[in-house]
């Protein structure tokens, strides 16, 4: 019998990953997702503005209206950690430690913040979409057409044992370092077609808390 995931998303780049790659890697398993891009603003009139998370209380909305409608789906979300709004559960008290467990402590603070229903599993890219761009040193410099830089963009993937522990700090962030680097880098454009190249295995395999989250889909098409 197959199952449905509902998966709430930051923008354009991660609903296109989901349908391009993480959603194809389940249909033999029989379980399917539904993108939905987080609303950053509504209007009475006219379409609302989707992309981006601006604040914790749209975040909640949008969260709750796919809760409410869930039936036997599960809820689960993909939203950047790196400069995610202070006003999100969890992220005033993160404890000290590593980024993996900073980052699962502010994922149960918003599960708790909903009452932890089974059907909910949030989840956040560490740091962000980006650092899983650096699970290969070759394929974003080839998509853009600049092999002159491989070196470069490979010396960043080789200064850290996995692309979740590439700094957080503004300058230092994964994108930063990739339009440094690239300066024509279009997020939309060539961040999925670089993530299709590179594979979900290989991201799995290089990004821990990425493939944990990804266990636990396929725990939850298995049950």
């Known amino acids: 019998m197959s199952k449905r995931v509902l998966i709430l998303v930051e923008g ?26 987080l609303v950053t603003k509504r ?9 981006g998370v601006t604040n914790f209380a749209r975040f909640q909305n949008d969260t709750r209206r796919l809760l409410a409608s869930a039936g036997g ?4 979300t993909m939203l950047d950690y790196y400069a995610l709004p202070s006003t999100f559960p969890g992220m005033k008290t993160r404890p ?3 980024a993996v467990q900073r980052v699962i402590y502010v994922e149960r603070a918003i599960a708790e913040h909903f009452g932890s229903p089974r059907n909910f599993m949030p989840f956040l890219a560490l740091h962000e979409f980006e650092a899983w761009l650096f699970s290969s040193p070759d394929e974003l410099p080839r998509v853009m057409t ?7 963009f490979a010396a960043i993937c080789d200064s850290v044992a996995t ?15 990739i339009e440094a680097l690239f300066p024509a ?15 979900l295995d290989r991201i799995r395999a290089r990004c821990p808390h990425f493939d944990g989250w990804v266990r636990r ?6 049950s």
Do not use: C
């Not at 789906?73 to 689960?76: F, H």
């Not at 692309?163 to 370092?177: Q, T």
């Not at 889909?217 to 298995?222: D, G, I, T, Y």
């Open 73 to 76: 789906a599960l809820v689960t």
């Open 146 to 152: 600049d092999s002159r830089k491989q070196p470069q």
């Open 185 to 199: 880098y279009k997020k939309t454009l060539h961040g999925p077609t670089a993530a299709a190249r590179i594979g």
């Open 163 to 177: 692309p979740e522990e590439i700094n957080e700090r503004p300058k230092f962030a994964p994108s930063k370092r």
């Open 217 to 222: 889909l396929e725990a939850f098409a298995a």
């Open 12 to 37: 354009q780049t991660e609903e296109r990953f989901v349908k391009d790659i993480l959603g194809p890697a389940f249909w033999e398993k029989e379980l399917f997702f539904h993108a939905t891009i």
């Open 43 to 51: 209007v009475k009139a006219g379409p609302n503005f989707k992309g």
């Open 96 to 98: 000290k430690g590593t």
